[in-house]
Each structure stands twice: as structure tokens, then as C-alpha cells.
């Protein structure tokens, strides 16, 4: 398996504009994790999936912010307008729930809103 | 819900030295204890967990232990290494929460060589 899938790596944008963040789990995972993390508020879990339904959003921090899962191998997080205190790095993670196992993390999406 | 604290929140070492870090949790419900090692510009990696089953458990370097009554669990590291130079996580999760892990703050460990 090719693990946790996230794109773009990198994201450049201009405040105001909409951002869209992309995941792919691990096949057969089922759960899905989409955490923030900055240097002063180091990581912060957002919101997450259990069999593609939300389980608990009070992470996501305004409005501004929407998450979907619409399948289980595919998920969005998207930003809208976007600001500047948005900068940080979005990791999106799967794990199997049954048993209880770590999570496996992708490799990140830097975002940068000017 | 669950917290967990994690110290110390900078740790340096010498090369050879062994490192602790301990974490506690407050919901005695919890029973998966993983921990996360993440290099510099990195993503998380789990490199070593615990169930609430068992007290302890190693692998080569690393191990971790885990005390259920006093509800805290500590990630023993010897012979460190430069390459062990990175911010570890400890999380602690419950079956019953689809997974959910709570992270405590992180811990910056530096070995000198």
C-alpha cells in the first residue's frame, strides 16, 4: 500500500481564496483523522470520520472550514475564504479502528495564504 | 473528556545517554497508548505502542512502560543516537471512540554527538 495519500504537498494562496485539501486512506482503514499544526498551538485535531460519517467537528475552528468524506478511500478539507492565520501544515490520518492501532499519518500539505 | 500531559517539553541528551519522557492521562478508561516520533519537516510516525493488557514493552532501543494505576506511561530510549534527534508524541486512545487518540504537547529531544 502506498499509505496515506495528501495533496497538493505544497499550497500557495492569496487571502480570500477557497483551498481544497486532498486525502486518500489507507485501503480497508476505517477512520480518518484531518489534524493542523503550527509551531505555537502544535497539533490540532480538526475533525474525523468513522465509516465516512463525522463523528465530531468541534475541532473545525470557523465556518470557514467544511470537511467530506464521500467514500471511503476519498476526503476533502476545504477553506473558504482562506486568511492568513490559516498558514500551517494540514496532515490527514487513517487507522482501523477494531483492535485499536496507531495512526498512519501523510505526508502533509504546507499551506501558505499571503 | 480525555487530557493528556507530556514532559519534559525539551529534552537534550548525549550521544550514548538513554531519555525518558513521560506522559499521563486522565481518563482511566483509556486503553492504547501509541507514540509518535516526527523529524524535522516530517510527518508523525508510530514507532512504538502499549496496550492497557500489558506493563511494558521493547523493541530493540526503545520501550515503553505503562502504569494503569497512577495512569501514566513513559518512553524509555538508550544508547540515543543524532538520528534520534526529533519531537515525540504520546497520545492515548479508547476502543470506544472510533479511534480517537488525544496527543499530549510534544517533546523536542536533541542528542549531541
Known amino acids: 500500500d502506498a499509505g496515506v495519500i495528501q495533496s497538493p504537498r505544497h499550497e500557495v494562496t492569496e487571502m480570500g481564496q477557497e483551498v481544497t485539501l486532498r486525502c486518500k486512506p489507507i485501503?480497508?482503514?476505517?477512520?480518518l483523522f484531518w489534524y493542523r499544526q503550527t509551531m505555537m498551538r502544535g497539533l490540532e485535531l480538526l475533525i474525523y470520520?468513522?465509516?465516512?460519517?463525522?463523528?465530531?467537528d468541534s475541532g473545525m475552528p470557523e465556518d470557514r472550514f467544511s470537511a467530506k468524506m464521500p467514500n471511503a478511500s476519498f476526503s476533502t478539507l476545504k477553506i473558504q475564504p482562506s486568511e492568513p492565520r490559516d498558514s500551517a501544515v494540514y496532515f490527514c490520518?487513517?487507522?482501523?479502528?477494531?483492535?485499536?492501532?496507531?495512526?498512519?499519518f501523510g505526508s502533509g500539505t504546507r499551506l501558505t495564504v499571503v | 473528556g480525555e487530557n493528556v500531559e507530556q514532559h519534559p517539553s525539551t529534552l537534550s541528551v548525549q550521544e550514548g545517554d538513554s531519555a525518558v519522557i513521560k506522559c499521563t492521562y486522565s481518563?482511566?478508561?483509556?486503553?492504547?497508548f501509541p507514540w509518535y516520533k516526527q523529524e524535522l519537516g516530517k510527518r508523525p510516525q508510530l514507532i512504538i505502542d502499549?496496550?492497557?493488557?500489558?506493563g511494558e514493552k521493547k523493541d530493540q532501543r526503545i520501550a515503553v512502560t505503562l502504569n494503569k494505576t497512577a495512569k501514566h506511561f513513559s518512553l524509555h530510549i538508550t544508547e540515543t543516537q543524532p538520528e534520534d534527534s526529533a519531537v515525540y508524541f504520546c497520545?492515548?486512545?479508547?476502543?470506544?471512540?472510533?479511534?480517537?487518540?488525544?496527543f499530549g504537547d510534544g517533546t523536542t529531544l536533541t542528542v549531541k554527538p
Open positions: 470520520f468513522n465509516n465516512n460519517v463525522p463523528i465530531d
Open positions: 481518563d482511566s478508561a483509556s486503553n492504547y
Open positions: 497520545a492515548a486512545s479508547i476502543d470506544t471512540n472510533a479511534g480517537k487518540s488525544t
Open positions: 502499549i496496550r492497557s493488557n500489558v
Open positions: 490520518a487513517s487507522s482501523l479502528v477494531e483492535g485499536l492501532y496507531g495512526y498512519t
Open positions: 485501503s480497508g482503514h476505517n477512520s
